[in-house]
């Protein structure tokens, strides 16, 4: 019986092409798992995600109201249509529109009594799903992950929009009272 020749075994191909793929995709997959989390809770309330944080947005300038690109620029999340994540919070009751009269391409909104009731109402569930997200990292840890995320996104960002956003200054203000 003649031996047969064996090959060495091939070396597995790269998972990603890069660090900076790989840490990427990292992030995109860690955003999904979460997103879904997201999703379960925020259905229950008959809104989405987006929406809740367009209610918190106004309900942080209530009495007073915003543009629509405040809004907009506000929010953790571009969306692809703002007028219609609008209408179908003012469908809801949970938003009213006014248009500006010295300039009617500007549209601002308010949250509503019903609006606030809905925040109100999702306060305890949002603030277990961040436990639940991210409760098992400890606090310098999810300090390191903010800084490191923050950076990440600080080239690619408009800073008028990033202004907009609470910031790095927002962090250290917040973590003085938080420790």
């Not at 703002?82 to 009617?104: F, H, I």
Request: charged content about 30%.
């Amino acid at each position: 019986m003649a031996a047969t020749k064996t090959r060495p075994p091939r070396p597995a191909p790269a998972a990603f092409d890069s660090l900076e793929q790989e840490a990427y995709l990292q992030l995109w997959r860690t955003y999904d798992r979460l997103r879904e989390l997201d999703e379960r809770v925020f259905q229950r309330h008959g809104i989405t995600a987006q929406q809740y944080n367009a209610l918190r947005i106004l309900k942080s300038v209530r009495p007073g109201a915003l543009s629509t690109s405040a809004v907009g620029a506000r929010l953790v999340s571009r969306a692809a249509d703002m007028t219609r994540l609008l209408d179908k919070l003012e469908e809801q009751g949970l938003v009213a529109r006014k248009r500006c009269e010295e300039n009617r391409r500007v549209v601002y909104v308010s949250i509503t009594a019903a609006g606030v009731a809905v925040v109100g109402r999702l306060a305890a569930d949002v603030k277990r799903l961040g436990k639940h997200q991210l409760g098992h990292l400890d606090r310098r840890t999810l300090r390191t992950l903010i800084d490191i995320l923050s950076k990440a996104r600080e080239p690619h960002e408009d800073p008028a929009m990033a202004a907009a956003w609470p910031g790095s200054s927002h962090r250290k203000q917040s973590t003085k009272s938080e420790e």
